[in-house]
């Protein structure tokens, strides 16, 4: 991504929320909360007008996106899908007796805030590039801090997430945590995402789960965007967020253990694929 400017990527994902809200039905697939949290988020943020906001909450907009979903299909209501499996992973993670919750790339989502207070003996840590984490800041700030929500603002390609963390005085290594890499590893080259998931691995205790998000490799060994794949891909790379990483749903375990995890397919609790998206469960 380019380093002075906010991901664009996350902030298409905010909006994306804030359109599917609106469409029926998904209230039964979001978790409780989130559409309103985000439009709540993205205004004192400095990203958006509240009037934008009233306009992605049009039918309109559903339309406009609906009209655009031949491109990755499945993909506009696949992201309410990726926030419900991210939350009931971090859920069932606490209901297991995790005590932190780590949060990579988290851009402006708003399971940390949301689920900060309902969780008070639980600490969220949330990572994020510095030029998107500052804008989230001014926004939580506005919505209200809490305690046990800790923005770190990194970009992990300068600094190692295992310093980070150790320098992190509430962070405990010991303690059994949640990871979410949700939407993150397609961005990152191939031996980052390897180092990055063995830094997780070293810095959570016994009993702790990572879930992730992952784009699946083609015939061609590039990552998967579906039919229209050479357009998307080249799209991505002109927004300066270009898809790096990917792997073939086969190859997953054996990549997993080499970084410390165990894939986790029981975990799920959901179909493991939304749009092109693959979704992953590994505990250690
Ligand atoms: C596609 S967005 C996903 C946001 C969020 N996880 C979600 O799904 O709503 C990817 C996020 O990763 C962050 N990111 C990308 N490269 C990073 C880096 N080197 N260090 C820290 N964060 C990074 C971006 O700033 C962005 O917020």
């Not at 997780?200 to 205790?205: D, K, P, Q």
Request: charged share 20%.
């Amino acid at each position: 991504m380019r380093k002075d400017k906010p991901s664009r990527t996350a902030y298409k994902i905010a909006l994306n929320i804030i359109t599917l809200g609106t469409k029926p039905g998904m209230d039964q697939v979001f978790p409780p909360g989130i559409v309103e949290a985000t439009a709540k988020l993205l205004v004192p943020s400095g990203l958006v007008s509240a009037t934008v906001v009233r306009w992605c909450r049009s039918q309109r907009m559903v339309s406009v996106y609906e009209a655009f979903d031949w491109m990755i299909p499945g993909q506009f209501e696949a992201f309410a899908h990726r926030k419900a499996f991210c939350e009931r992973q971090v859920r069932e993670g606490i209901c297991k007796g995790a005590t932190q919750v780590l949060v990579l790339g988290a851009g402006y989502d708003t399971m940390g805030w949301r689920l900060s207070p309902e969780f008070n003996g639980v600490d969220f840590f949330e990572i994020d590039h510095p030029a998107t984490a500052h804008l989230k800041a001014k926004g939580v700030e506005a919505m209200g801090t809490r305690d046990n929500l800790h923005l770190i603002p990194v970009d992990l390609s300068e600094r190692r997430l295992a310093e980070v963390l150790t320098a992190n005085k509430s962070w405990d290594r010991a303690a059994q945590t949640v990871v979410l890499a949700e939407g993150l590893l397609m961005y990152l080259p191939d031996a980052t995402v390897r180092d990055l998931l063995g830094q997780c691995a070293a810095m959570t205790g016994a009993g702790s789960r990572i879930a992730f998000t992952h784009i699946g490799t083609n015939a061609n060994g590039r990552p998967d965007a579906g039919p229209w794949t050479s357009l998307i891909l080249w799209a991505l790379k002109v927004n300066g967020e270009p898809w790096l990483w990917s792997i073939r749903p086969e190859q997953l375990s054996k990549f997993l253990e080499k970084t410390g995890w165990r894939n986790a397919p029981d975990l799920l609790g959901t179909t493991n694929k939304h749009g092109v998206e693959f979704f992953s469960v590994a505990v250690k």
